[in-house]
Structure formats: structure tokens, C-alpha cells
Nanobody, 128 residues
Framework: EVQLVESGGGLVQVGESLRLSCTVS????????IAWFRQAPGKGREGVSC????????YYTDPVKGRFAISSDKVKNTMYLQMNSLKPEDTAVYYC?????????????????????WGNGTLVTVSS
């Protein structure tokens, strides 16, 4: 069974950092684009970052550019999201998702419905 499991969320103060992890099992890591989305209370799901399966190129949405960094460890089948200079508006449940393919085009088009698999999320709370 395909599984994506997030970890690393928690309660932090403004300006602090967290590193989220997404461990993937049940499929070949290199065959899927892996993306991060987030959803704040009362708001819709929005894209955060994506890493392409072939060339490892990273993509970010405007609110997190310059603060967040995505990376992957193929040996551990794990994707990481380093979150720096956290702001209260970063408070959300963060989800990792996987889409079969060789690029992050659907992520760039803000099409979260195209993702094939989702984790259950990890909560990040940034206190002000």
C-alpha cells in the first residue's frame, strides 16, 4: 500500500525554524513528483513547494520563497521541507503529496487535485 507519512510539525515562536519530513513507501521514489501543500483553518489548500523526480529541481510559491527549502534523500525515501523565519501566517496543517510523472508542472499550475497520493498532515503552529 502506498503511504506518505509527514513528521516534524510542532509549536514554535515567530522567527524560529522547523524541518518537516515526508517518508514515502509503496512506490518507486524516482517515478513521482513530491510536493508540499498546506491548509490553514477556514482556508483552502495551497501549494508550498515541489521537487521534480528526475533532475531534482525545486519549485516554491511566492509566500515561502527565500524562507523555505525542499530537498530529498533517495536512500531514505524521504523528502524534507526546511522552514526558516516562520511567521504566524505559516500556521497550517502541512501535507505531502505525490504525483506520478517526471516534472512539477501540475504543482506550478496550482492543481492539487492532480496529486495521486496524500499524507495525513502535520500541524505547524507559529505563535505571535
Amino acid at each position: 500500500e502506498v503511504q506518505l507519512v509527514e513528521s516534524g510539525g510542532g509549536l514554535v515562536q515567530v522567527g524560529e525554524s522547523l524541518r518537516l519530513s515526508c517518508t514515502v513507501s509503496g512506490f518507486t521514489f524516482d517515478d513521482y513528483a513530491i510536493a508540499w501543500f498546506r491548509q490553514a483553518p477556514g482556508k483552502g489548500r495551497e501549494g508550498v513547494s515541489c521537487i521534480a523526480p528526475t533532475d531534482g529541481r525545486a519549485y516554491y510559491t511566492d509566500p515561502v520563497k527565500g524562507r523555505f527549502a525542499i530537498s530529498s534523500d533517495k536512500v531514505k525515501n524521504t523528502m524534507y521541507l526546511q522552514m526558516n523565519s516562520l511567521k504566524p501566517e505559516d500556521t497550517a496543517v502541512y501535507y505531502c503529496a505525490a504525483e506520478w510523472g517526471d516534472d512539477c508542472m501540475d504543482f506550478e499550475d496550482n492543481d492539487h487535485s492532480a496529486m495521486d497520493y496524500w499524507g495525513n498532515g502535520t500541524l505547524v503552529t507559529v505563535s505571535s
